[in-house]
């Protein structure tokens, strides 16, 4: 009897050693080795692999997404670029065109006025020079000197150099601050400053031309766009007040401050 049960409890111990290996061997190893780190080897599903993959593809899109629209928006910024560049060009153009025709037409109204005024008596004696024979007048030469120094910043604005157009309008009201040709260079120089936004500088400039030389031509012109860079920095009452002066003229000015009001107050 005790044999019996000695050996049904070996049967038993087999059977259940069976179970355990069984089931030992239908597990998933989760460690080969009892070291740390490196050594770990740990096997995973498919599902678990595609899922670790996932945000990286996910990245890898978004930075080649990302790039294609950095390339994108500096193009578009580099064509606006352009467009302000030629935009500025050619506002310069269409003032210097304005001022060269305005120019043509006093100048036309001078030699008419000129032509229908009687001459002088061929027997009324001349005005002796006071220069001496083959020795040039110091007025004149002063004069020729500052017509060359307007006219080569003049020259450069025209061709397109604004830069450089500035500095030589700069340096020609600091050499002739009384000569003739400041009430153009301070225009002149304020419609740089409005190129660049310089809305300071550029009402300063047109104000010396506005108070200083109300009779000169280029007053009103002056006068509108003084009121423009008001209305630009916020001045709307100030502004209002000038342009409102201006649209009552009837003169090229006027017309463009009388729209200007229009559409904006």
Request: aromatic residues 10%; hydrophobic residues 45%; charged residues 20%.
């Given at each position: ?77 580099e064509e606006q670029g352009h467009t302000i560049r030629q935009l500025k060009q050619r506002q310069v153009d269409d003032y210097i065109d304005l001022d060269r025709r305005l120019s ?17 008596a061929s027997n009324s004696p001349k005005k002796p020079s006071t220069s001496p024979a083959g020795v040039p007048s110091t007025t004149a030469d002063a004069s020729d000197t500052e ?55 550029a009402s300063e400039a047109f104000a010396v031309v506005v108070e200083k030389y109300p009779a000169h031509r280029k007053m009103l012109d002056a006068s509108y766009k003084l009121g ?38």
């Open positions: 009897m005790v044999k019996l049960n000695t050996a049904y409890s070996v049967v038993l111990y087999l059977v259940l050693a069976c179970f355990a290996l069984a089931a030992r061997a239908a597990a998933p190893v989760a460690d080969i080795s009892n070291t740390s780190g490196a050594n770990q080897a740990v096997v995973r599903s498919p599902a678990q692999t595609s899922a670790a993959a996932t945000p990286q593809v996910e990245t890898y899109y978004l930075l080649q997404s990302l790039r294609e629209e950095l390339r994108v928006l500096r193009g578009i910024m043509e037409l006093v100048a036309g109204g001078v030699g008419a006025q000129t032509q229908s005024s009687p001459g002088p017509k060359v120094a307007y006219e080569k910043a003049y020259g450069l604005l025209k061709a397109g150099e604004v830069e450089a157009a500035k500095q030589a309008f700069k340096a020609y009201l600091a050499k002739y601050p009384n000569g003739r040709y400041v009430p153009n260079g301070q225009y002149w120089l304020g419609e740089i400053y409005m190129l660049d936004q310089q809305f300071k500088e423009k860079v008001y209305h630009l920095q916020g001045k709307d009452e100030k502004a209002k007040v000038i342009l409102t002066r201006v649209a009552a003229t009837k003169s090229s000015a006027g017309k463009l401050a009388a729209d200007y009001l229009a559409a904006n107050f």
